[in-house]
């Protein structure tokens, strides 16, 4: 019954370190996505998959990397965090756009 | 650029109290949703609706699809303190299957 696993909820980074947040999921879901949500701006998207093996961008993919080397993973990089990637991520999966879409709980990323 | 705008942004209202909730846009959509975000989750799924004038009731809760499938409302009868979140639509693109348009999500706050 786990649904969408993301890890971890909180994490405190330095200007320019990395890091990968996680995403899993156990729907057998083809698309996955990765969107921040910020006050007054909604949910953006970040990039999304259709499938293992691919990945495409979308609104906002500036400073992040993604990579869905098995179909239940989908990682979400940060090579050289910035503050403006303050945020909130959420993963979430679907079995195609416009179905019902599952979230995660969501990564509470600050950068200082 | 593709809108999904609702209103209001914020609401808080007392218990036993009617409202509603309004997405619109100029685009049109193959099918919308609503969705309620409550503090540190994800969202989740409300409902589905997919032809024009189509409606749609969850408890209190009814949910109305435009005629030409370019908005929205939600509308809450009685409202208790366990309605309170953060309400978004999403938007499928019917030019674009593949893309949902968010969009910035109503506060809504049921005082007891």
Redesign the interface.
Known sequence: NAG?TQTPKFRVLKTGQSMTLLCAQDMNHEYMYWYRQDP??????IHYS?GEGTTAKGEVPDGYNVSRLKKQNFLLGLESAAPSQTSVY?C?SSY??????F????TRLTVV | TQLLEQSPQFLSIQEGENLTVYCNSSSVF??L?W?RQEP??????LV?VVTGGEVKKLKRLTFQFGDARKDSSLHITAAQPGDTGLY?C?G?DAGN????I????TSLAVNP
Not at chain 1, 96 to 101: C, F, L, Q, R, S
Not at chain 2, 40 to 45: S, T
């Open positions: 969408v007054g701006m909604g949910l953006r998207l259709v959420f979430a195609i756009p416009g179905t019902e879409a979230f995660g709980q969501g | 193959s099918s949703q969705y540190g989750e994800g969202p989740v799924l589905t978004l999403a499928l299957n593949r893309k949902l968010w969009g910035l999500g």
